[in-house]
């Protein structure tokens, strides 16, 4: 009995002792777990301390600062954090495993430092909608919280390179890096990813579902290897500037429901044929450069709710299959028969081949915008009764509104702007009670329109009636009836006076009353009751005289687009707020001095001044800005020197300063300058020599010297690649010496090749972004240029793309002009070398100028004979070659047919018509119409007596064929001044104010 109690008490003393052990790990591995406990809320405290609240920066509406209900609690060294707002914890370890920071109000950056990464057992991170500063993502993410599953940085401004690291979080099943960058701050720089670093996050990431990269600058092609990524559900890759072919196979990927490449304008691709295995959700192709037949399986696309293949190149032909994808809420197929690259105008679509749509019975967006339909207005849409949005605008609808719109009751956006509807806007269009935007411009409506009734939708906040043919009908007393618009457009609505219901608009933000009779001054109230709320405000073309009480400061608060061009308004310029991006108040009377406060505009994109009676010195400030891309002074009476334009490389893309009395030199610092397009220095009073500097510019395409005090050689460039883009050039009215430049004109192939495909015209477009406001506007600006050519002068308001000019006139040019050189130029529509000192032959290289409208050679020593290659030049309209030495018989047939009798005079030596001088027999007819190009040896002989025959006809053909090619082509808007323009020392050397 002894040995059992023994015995007994070994076993419970080993008992005790085991379980002292248990509770020994026990408490310690509980006070191990409360201490990491405490440094991990120790981390989001010093995490929550790196960073600034600002409201502003969360564009959620209901964001609000999560972290600033973060507090210590007890002692000071103990904290709950697993309460806090935002926070989720490991209930069994207690570890943070969970932090949803979206729209938290965050603003500062995150480095490699941050306390952030002392979290190292987070699974799921969400800092989306905040603002990191455009700090760089730390690689740490990927060494320290190899955890995580779940990691959301979108809409954060982070910027520069995506680090590799990244690729090493091998359990991630989100990943959404969309949304930072410049396209959401205009001050921002992108994120970047290499194809390397994408291949590594593809091959790594092995059960990755959602991938979101969008606005992700790629410059690269779809790896292939993502056809691999089967568990895929969501890839989103938008504005990523992606190329090449999009892999087929992706389209197959067995999970995959979202797939969103938009906006990717080189990725190229096609859709193959769909089975009903996929399970597509979103298909969204739009804007890219995918073409191809739409396949007629796409019909089984079942559980497809969005689509868009908008701004693609896919044949027009469209499916009725696609009636079947019954689901479908979402369906934009705006510009849907655009053919690039293709002359011809692209199919017409009638409603039958869109008929389909009307089993769409579930749609709420429809855009059919820019797809050529003709006819009346669409029947399917009767039946489409859930629709919220309708854009059926840039087509070419006939007819009236139909009445029965009004029983799209859900209907809140409806544009139809830019057809050709016609009639009274309906009375039933307004009980449209949940209409919230309306755009009815640029049709042909017409009658009488009571504004009160556009009281009757409540909601309403954009309304846009613009270039119409209404009439409205403004009663007074309508203030408590109109609802608070946001938006309002009625430019060109024959109106005589400002509507008194703007008294009472206090939400007002956008307002345009352009291109109406409003005369008078701007009364107080307009801007009383939207001082803190008007972002844009458009009253050109009136006959505006000034502001009630003539306002020093301009009294809105936050506006920044302000367009009062050709109006009748006098005394000083306005200053305009901090906020202002856009100052046009051209063609006005304005006068005085520019104030210098212009220079502190930090945001100022645009300042026209042009066409005012300002003068003075130009601020020495002026100019500075980085952000300035279009400087328009023209027209005025400014003198002094140009300012230091571009101390620093900037934004400046276009800057006209003709006709003022400025002096000097062109300042060395517009060299900087490297994204000008535009520069205009014509009608001064300028002393220098040629800048060659200006060669180096990248983007400049248009130069004007004309009219000044320039002097000198124009020698030899440094390299070959000076002017690339040279377009136009008029050196024209200055004391220039020396022989023709041809080391330049050899440089400038923009001379040599037009790309018709290009564009219409010249212009410069300045898009600009109001962040707070969640807006973009942009302001295009036409090249406005006046030009000697066909014998007048020529002022192209729209100068067409197509142009191609060099004026070297009334200069002192000496030697031949270059005859291999020149010839080479075969874009040229316009020469002119008149009024030098040219000698040598005329070279019949320049029958290779194809295009050439207008040749003036005249007034120099030019001694020869006229080739008589020259007369195949079949769209020449002008051509003088008046007071030179030239001798023998004028060529023969097409255009030369047409030019009179002034186009040779002052050449004793030439003969037959239009001169009344006959040639005679010992004057030979040249032996060929065509004379031999001495660039490529080519000749052929043709007998005179051969050619006349043809003579008559051939100049039909010519004639005929200039003129198809002018309406075609030449829809240029210019006007000609009968001022013929006159020979050295007989014209005065500016023409200020002409």
Known sequence: MGMESWRSKFISLHCFIFLSLIATHCFLFVQTQALA???????????????????????????????????????????????????????????????????????????????????????????????????????????????????????????????????????????????????????????????????????????????????????????????????????????????????VGIFHLPNLEVLDVNGNSNLTGYFPNFNKSNVFKKLNVGATNFSGMLPASMGNLHSLNFLDISWCHFYPLIPSSLGNLTQL?????????????????????????????????????????????????????????QLSFLQLGGNEITGQIPSWLMNLTQLTTLYLVGNNLSGAIPRSLFQLQNLEILDLSSNSLSGQVEFDQFSQPKKLKELRLAYNKLSLQIITNLSATVPQLELLDLTSCNLTEFPEFLKYQSELRFLQLSDNNIQGQIPKWVWNATRETLLLLDLSSNFLTGFDQNPINLPWQNLYALDLRTNMLQGSLPIPPQSIIN?????????????????????L??????????????????????????????????????????????????????????????????????????????????????????????????????????????????????????????????????????????????????????????QVISTSYNNSAKY???????????????????????????????????????????????????????????????????????????????????RNQLSGRIPGNLAQLTFLEYFNVSYNHLWGPIPLGQQFGTFLEDSFQGNSGLCGKPLSKKCDSSISLPPSIFEEDEDSGFQIALDWYVVLPGVVSGLIVGVVAGNFWTSKNHEWFFEKFSRKRQPRGTRGRRGHRN
């Open 583 to 603: 100052y046009v108040v051209g063609s006005n009377h304005y006068s005085g001095e520019i104030s210098p406060s212009f220079c502190n505009l930090n945001h």
């Open 329 to 385: 809420n979402y369906l934009d197929m705006i510009s849907f028969n655009d053919i690039p690259n293709n002359n011809s105008t692209g199919q017409l679509v009638s409603e039958y081949s869109l008929s389909w749509i009307a089993s769409l019975t579930n749609l709420y967006s429809l855009s059919l915008w820019a797809n050529k339909f003709r006819g009346k207005f669409p029947s399917f849409v009767a039946n489409l009764t």
């Open 776 to 858: 973009s506007y942009s302001f295009s600006y036409p090249y406005s240029i006046t030009t000697f050519a066909k014998g007048v002068e020529l002022k192209f308001i729209w100068t067409p793309y197509l142009l191609r000019f060099i004026d070297f006139s009334s200069n002192r040019f000496e030697g031949e002009i270059p005859a291999g050189v020149i010839g080479n130029l075969r874009g040229l529509l316009f020469l002119n070398l008149s009024n030098n000192a040219l000698t040598g032959l005329i070279p019949s290289s320049l029958w290779n100028l194809t295009a050439l409208e207008s040749l003036d050679l005249s």
């Open 605 to 762: 994109h645009i300042l026209d001044l042009s066409n005012n009676s300002l003068s003075g010195m130009l601020p020495q400030c002026l100019g500075n800005s980085s952000a300035l891309e279009i400087l328009m002074l023209m027209n005025n009476s400014f003198h002094g020197s140009i300012p230091q334009i571009c101390p620093v490389a900037n934004s400046l893309k276009m800057v006209d300063l003709s006709y003022n009395q400025l002096q000097g030199k062109v300042p060395r610092s517009m060299a900087n300058c490297t994204r000008l397009e535009f520069l205009n220095l014509g009608n001064n009073h300028m002393r220098d020599i040629f800048p060659s500097w200006l060669g180096a510019l990248p983007a400049l395409q248009f130069l004007s010297l004309r009219s000044n005090g320039f002097h000198g050689m124009i020698g030899k460039y440094a390299t070959n690649h000076d002017f690339p883009k040279l377009c136009i050039i008029d050196l024209s009215d200055n004391g220039f010496s020396g022989v023709l430049p041809s080391n330049c004109l050899e440089n400038w192939n923009s001379m040599k090749f037009v790309d018709e495909s290009q564009q219409t015209y010249f």
């Open 37 to 247: 406990q405490v440094d991990e809320c120790s981390a989001l405290l010093q995490f929550k301390e790196s960073f600034a609240i600002n409201k502003s920066v969360s564009a959620d509406p209901l964001a609000y600062p999560k972290v600033s209900f973060w507090t210590r609690e007890g002692d000071g060294n103990r904290s709950n954090c697993c309460s806090w707002d935002g926070v989720e914890c490991d209930e069994d370890f207690g570890h943070v495993v969970g932090l949803d920071l979206r729209s938290s109000c965050l603003y500062g950056s995150i480095n490699s430092s941050n306390t952030l990464f002392r979290l190292v057992h987070l699974q799921r991170l969400d800092l989306s909608d905040n603002h990191f500063n455009f700090s760089q993502i730390p690689s740490r993410f990927g060494h320290d919280l190899s955890s995580l599953t779940y990691l959301n940085l979108s809409y954060s401004l982070f910027s520069g390179q995506i680090p590799s690291e990244i690729s090493k979080l091998s359990k991630l099943s989100t990943l959404d890096l969309s949304f930072n960058g410049p396209k959401f701050d205009a001050y921002g720089i992108p994120l970047k990813l290499t194809k390397a670093n994408m291949r590594s996050l593809v091959q790594n990431l092995t059960t990755i579902k959602q991938l979101h990269l969008n606005w992700v600058e790629m410059y690269f092609t779809v790896p292939d290897i993502l056809v691999n990524a089967s568990s895929l559900t969501s890839l989103q890759l938008r504005d990523c500037e992606l190329n090449g072919e999009f892999p």
